[in-house]
Each structure stands twice: as structure tokens, then as C-alpha cells.
């Protein structure tokens, strides 16, 4: 039961498809459609990491320190 309340928690495309993408994620019926939630749900936590929303331990190793510097 803890599972369908969490499932029906986040089952709004809000949070995870962009304004662009809605389109194709939700029908006129507010059925979601899988391929494209799942490709909107894995571009937001890359978009999280690219704005430092988000920090994944080692990330730094394959950056240029020099880009998160202030000018």
C-alpha cells in the first residue's frame, strides 16, 4: 500500500517533463505514455547534475576545475 500511495504521489509529469515535452509524455486523456516519461526521467537528473542541483561523489574528477570558478 505504501508503494501505490508513492506511485500516485509522483504520478503527475510536473516535476519530471519539461514544458516542451509534455506533448508527447501525457495524452488529452492524462494517460502517460512510457517511452517518452522515461526518457524525460532520465534527462532531469542530468540536467540536475549539469546545474549542481544535484552532487554524485567522483563527478569532479572528470571536470575542469576552471569552469566552477567565479570570474
Known sequence: M???RLLTKYADVDGVA???WREA???DQGRVE???Y????LLAPRDAV???EIYVEGAA?????EHGLPG
Not at 574528477?61 to 576545475?65: A, D, F, L, M, V
Request: glycine residues 0%; hydrophobic residues 35%; contains cysteine.
Open 25 to 27: 509524455v501525457a495524452d
Open 38 to 41: 522515461e526518457l524525460c526521467a
Open 61 to 65: 574528477r572528470w571536470c575542469n576545475p
Open 50 to 52: 549539469r546545474r549542481r
Open 34 to 36: 512510457r517511452i517518452p
Open 2 to 4: 505504501d508503494a501505490m
Open 18 to 20: 519539461r514544458k516542451d
